[in-house]
């Protein structure tokens, strides 16, 4: 049984129509694109500062005569990075039917600013990797997967239920390590994701990697600024630090690829959403927490934790709200769950550089909802008819 199933086409639940198919397709051909632009793109950087370098004054260059051989070395770890991404994208066209990106090309004309921000996204996928499947990406998924996993096992203890019976959805799955994780205690999981940056790379790592530190690559290459030690900039890390093929037998766990609000549309079906730094992600978090409400089973459970960065906040051309955490525990009552537990000020990271002279923490809100077991009984008003459990740090 492979890892990962991603069979599901990147809009499942839309007619296509000619216009609607080419566009899908020019989207998928670019992100093949930007994977394989990242050496050019990643060299071209360096190599501007070395050539600022070479206009130093000699005495200079040779005071800096270490961080010469360190602009080599940097070269280098982009690379061996452009390798590991050129594993990633090697069979991509096989994970869509209705997309193939052999032809895909470097447009000449593209958009400067576009091919920065997937350049961007590119060298996040890389560090994504630490995050969900090194040994150095640890402590983060202690703080931001640990609580969601615990909360699964004590709303289903596999002592008392058929784990394999009970159904349970990540949206926003990145790499796919926390949807393993769950998976991996025996529960039927599913793991969604829309971005094709962290699709190529989840399908890469869930399919194709059958070893434990079988690949490396430097997460850091790109952080120019803030570091302490050179070798900070250049640092290798393995993965995966776990063979994704090692789950149970009976295990089912699944990745679906596309738009959460259009691929998930059947009432009533989940036993369990669990959303980690997801929720921020929407145009509309309305939309999101309506939706999470209509796709969990009556007595179903939410669990969440994150925080609030609104991804599409002042993003050129596109709309977004960005509500107050007070005004989201607003809807999430007015929609009818009950809150069950709450904590603010959960010290959380994200693909964080722990050398880095910069750090960066968020303050993140955990909580459990429940949708109500009788679905007349839903309090549409928003009035907090249960006395929701609140904790801070």
């Known amino acids: 049984m492979e890892a990962m199933d991603t069979t599901v086409s990147p809009h499942p639940r839309r007619m296509h129509n000619s216009y609607e198919d080419e566009e899908e397709r020019k989207h998928f051909q670019r992100i093949v694109a930007a994977f394989r632009y990242y050496k050019t793109h990643s060299l071209l950087r360096v190599r501007k500062t070395e050539s600022y370098f070479l206009n130093l004054p000699t005495h200079h260059q040779k005071l800096l005569s270490k961080y010469k051989e360190h602009l080599q070395e940097v070269k280098r770890c982009i690379e061996n990075n452009d390798q590991i991404i050129k594993l990633i994208i090697k069979d991509v066209a096989h994970i869509f039917e209705n997309v193939c990106p052999s032809t895909a090309q470097i447009d000449s004309i593209l958009n400067p600013r576009s091919v920065m921000a997937d350049q961007e996204k590119v060298q996040a996928t890389i560090r994504q990797l630490v995050r969900d499947w090194s040994v150095e990406g640890a402590e983060e998924r202690k703080a931001c997967y640990q609580p969601i996993i615990d909360e699964v096992l004590y709303q289903f203890p596999l002592e008392h239920c058929t784990p394999s019976d009970v159904h349970i959805l ?172 709450e904590k603010i000020q959960v010290k959380t990271r994200y693909a964080q550089n722990i050398n880095s002279m910069l750090q960066c923490e968020y303050n993140s809100v955990y909580f459990v909802c429940r949708k109500p077991h009788e679905p007349d009984t839903i309090n549409r008003n928003g009035a907090a008819s249960n006395g929701a459990q609140e904790q801070e740090n």
């Open 170 to 341: 990540v949206p926003g799955a990145g790499l796919g390590r926390l949807a393993f994780e769950i998976a991996k205690r025996g529960y039927t999981c599913q793991g969604n994701e829309f971005s094709l940056f962290m699709l190529f790379a989840s399908n890469f790592v869930l399919n194709k990697c059958r070893d434990v530190n079988l690949y490396q690559v430097h997460p850091w290459v790109h952080q120019y600024t803030n570091n302490l030690k050179p070798e900070h900039q250049t640092q290798a890390v393995s993965f995966p630090d776990v063979s994704p093929s090692d789950l149970p037998g009976t295990a089912q766990f699944s990745m679906t690829a596309g738009d959460f609000l259009e691929v998930y549309t059947e009432d009533n079906h989940w036993d369990c959403v669990a959303t980690c730094f997801f929720i921020d992600c929407a145009n509309n978090v309305v939309q999101f927490i309506e939706t999470i409400y209509k796709i969990l089973k009556p007595g179903g459970i939410w669990i969440n934790l994150g925080p609030l960065l609104y991804h599409f906040s002042d993003l050129p051309n596109e709309e977004s709200i960005e509500p107050s955490y007070d005004s989201i525990r607003d809807v999430i009552l007015g929609f009818g769950f009950q809150l069950e537990k």
